[in-house]
């Protein structure tokens, strides 16, 4: 399985490949960020991130793209940037078709780290041992990147295993395992 992780964001996006399956040895492709200048237009700045993302789907032909799920922050400009460039991303995986998952930063922490709360530090030297780097990579987003697609590699296969269970409830309602009703307690 070969993932394009993208940390959203307007003035730095991270963009990460990452390749294998769960329980093996990954793979990292490719590592950076697509920069865009801040006092430039808006619209100049969103074109400019749908380019740069596009160039990492030409280049690396992900099967997925796992994108960091936008979470109410502090800062409304940050977030409305975050969301933003989240969109684009998500804009570009699915004009071709490329499925897209979104992970809360504390689903990445926690896959990489084994805990959610784990700060940038930590997520960098855990993908740096992970993929068998010399050094993390550098900015920080860049490692957020690689780490969403890691988190993306290791949940894949158990998300997809619900959504079957899930479908096949729907279609089948009547073959669903129904668990029996706890005893009831003898009353004194």
Known sequence: MRVLGVDP???RCGVGVVEGVAGRPLT???????RT???ADLGHRLVAVEQGIEQWLDEHRPQYVAVERVFSQHNVRTVMGTA????VAILCASRR???VALHTPSE??????GSGRADKAQVGAMVTRLLRLDAPPKPADAADALALAICHIWRA???????????????HPSRAVRVPPAPKGRTS
């Open 9 to 11: 964001g307007l003035t």
């Open 28 to 34: 990292m492709i490719g590592v950076g960020v697509v």
């Open 37 to 39: 200048p801040a006092d």
């Open 84 to 87: 933003q460039a989240s969109a």
């Open 97 to 99: 078709g490329i499925p």
């Open 108 to 113: 990445v922490k926690a896959a990489v780290t």
């Open 157 to 171: 296969p158990a998300q997809n295993r619900l959504r079957q269970a899930a479908a096949l409830h729907a279609a």
